[in-house]
């Protein structure tokens, strides 16, 4: 308790919940963005200030992100991984810890379609990358709320032999004491999904990506250039986030959801100076994205009429 996480400011907020409620910890937040690509000199600040005066420097690492829909790309990856690369160098351990609910949905050709969490394994000894993938979105089974958590110590150097049941004894002591267990039903899915149908799996996520990279290339061209707000850069997830510039996002939220019929989340951290409403466009059939944005932007330049 009052050790530090990173996580960026443009997170999913049952973070806030789990780290800072249940596990007693700070968050230690870096703005997402630095123009059009990952802030990594401010990634690696928070992880710098993190590391100072505990053990271990801990972050969250989450792309596609949630709730904005980026994944970084190449370029990003690599100055990404040798920035870790220089703390964990001057003796510093990290865990990473990537939440990876949305692996795999990339639409942008030019970006990397899969988690960063493989080019960290095996990195260095100081570096302990951890994986989490969940049924929900990346098998399309929503509330089937069943995740598997692999840690990349493939090579734990300073660690005892019985590391890997110490690590399990301790996850399940977590897991005990907080949401007890998980349905069998859905775990036995899961691993017989893996074990026997996984082309098949693949073969519908491919579908469903495709379809999805439709939704995204209109939202696009759709959005534009539009003087009250700013779309976050996105190519991937199922979500991209729209900064409002003019008007408080809840009450645009209230506006759109009673008069438009649309429901959208707004996120708010007046902190950070997020003002923002999430569109989840897996949710938006394609014939209905073109009212989508333009009921959106006609709402928008009625309530700011109105300030």
Partial sequence: PGEKVVCADQRWENYDLIIQGNLHLEIVSFPLFDKNNMNIDGFIEALTKCAQNQRMAAAIVNF???????????EDREKLKQAVLKIADAGKKIILIFDDAYDGYV???QVPRYSPFGDFVNLHQNIYP???????????????????IT?????????????????????????????????????AAAVRALEDAAPAIERER???????????????????EFPHYRVDPFNSGFFCLVNIKDVDAAKLADHLLKKCKIGT???????????????????????DIPRLVSDLQESLSKLCESV
């Fill in 64 to 74: 596609p992100n949630n709730p904005t829909g980026f994944m970084p790309g190449t």
């Fill in 107 to 109: 639409f942008d050709p």
């Fill in 130 to 148: 951890i994986k989490l993938d969940g049924m929900s979105k990346e098998f399309l089974i929503y509330g089937g709320r069943i995740g598997c």
């Fill in 151 to 187: 840690a990349g110590l493939h090579e734990p150097a300073g660690l005892n032999e019985g590391w890997a049941q110490e690590l399990t004894d301790k996850i399940t002591a977590l897991i005990r004491s907080t949401f007890s267990n998980s349905s069998h039903l859905l775990q």
């Fill in 206 to 224: 491919e579908t469903i990506r495709s379809i999805l990279h439709n939704r995204w290339q209109q939202l696009l061209q759709l959005f534009g």
């Fill in 265 to 287: 989340v707004p996120t708010q951290i007046p902190d950070a100076g997020i003002n923002a409403l999430r569109i989840a466009f897996c949710s938006v059939m394609d014939n």
